[in-house]
């Protein structure tokens, strides 16, 4: 099992938790930073997000992963998060992971993790590789999907009228909102919703791309294809595949997905 390193790492007038897992080679392969997803998808995906990063440690990659704010073990509550504070969480992540190792940078994002990655790559100094684990295409699209939990808890409650349209109010209101237990203020609300999963035109690079099914043989979806043909057309390499797993990041019980790890990592080897 490869050592890590647990440490807060200084971001305003705050702090995030961080774990790094450093190479176990001789030679240092590459710096990875993971992107966590959405609220309670991040929870859900702690132990796949770890086994991961275990893995690509022992493969000689370093691999840094961080609790954005408001999230986990980091500094302030949900509530208090915005989009642009997540983007300089991961500027920052990055600078970290530059004082230690020159190493190619990829930037491995997960739900709405892969939007965070590819919408804050034009921010840094250098161009990323990519790895997305069934990437959210669409800030907005998720948005709506997200809120669709509040009418669900709001039917079983018996008081499902208008649910929606009461949660687009109270944020239009300036006023946080609460779905599935987190309180969501109107900035992140508004920062996510203007997201698409679109390519950095200033950083051309490679991307993974992995999709996850639970059938065997299951093919990408068309909606999935039309963006990775835009990330091509932008000039990226695109090495796109379904793996066969569990939906891992919203089971009632925690899986794990070691086809997918051993993807992860024939991939991103694979990467010239």
């Not at 959405?38 to 770890?50: D, H, L, Q, V």
């Not at 500094?75 to 190792?101: P, Y």
């Not at 950083?203 to 043909?229: M, Y």
Request: net charge neutral; hydrophobic share 45%; proline share 4%.
């Amino acid at each position: 099992m490869s050592s890590r390193e647990i440490f807060f790492l200084p971001v305003g007038n705050g702090q995030r938790l961080c774990v790094f897992h450093p190479p176990q080679t001789s030679v240092e392969r590459g710096a990875v930073l993971y992107i966590h997803p959405f609220a309670e998808e991040m929870n859900k995906s702690r132990r796949m997000a770890t086994l991961q990063s275990r893995a690509l440690a022992d493969a000689g990659y370093g691999v840094l992963q961080i609790d954005l704010l408001g999230c986990g073990d980091s500094s302030g509550d949900f509530s208090d998060a915005s989009w642009e504070a997540w983007r300089g969480d991961v500027v920052h992540a990055v600078a970290w992971l530059r004082q230690r190792t020159s190493a190619p940078l990829t930037l491995w994002g997960l739900r709405v993790g892969c939007l965070l990655a590819s919408n804050v790559a034009v921010d840094l100094q250098e161009r990323p590789n990519f790895i997305f684990w069934q990437p959210v295409l669409s800030g907005k699209q998720y948005w709506q999907q997200f809120m669709r939990l509040k009418m669900v808890s709001e039917v079983l409650s018996g008081d499902a009228k208008c649910a929606i349209e009461k949660l687009r109010q109270q944020l239009a209101a300036g006023n946080a909102v609460e779905v599935a237990g987190y309180a969501i203020s109107p900035i992140l609300a508004e920062g996510l919703a203007k997201v698409e999963l679109d390519s950095p035109v200033r950083n051309i690079g490679q991307v993974i791309w992995l999709d996850i099914s639970s059938r065997e043989g299951g093919g990408l979806a068309p909606v999935s294809q039309k963006r990775i043909e835009q990330w091509q057309l932008a000039g990226f390499k695109v090495n796109a595949k379904v793996v066969r797993s569990p939906a891992f990041w919203q089971t009632n019980e925690i899986e794990d997905a070691p086809e997918l790890i051993a993807v992860t990592i024939k991939a991103l080897e694979s990467l010239q």
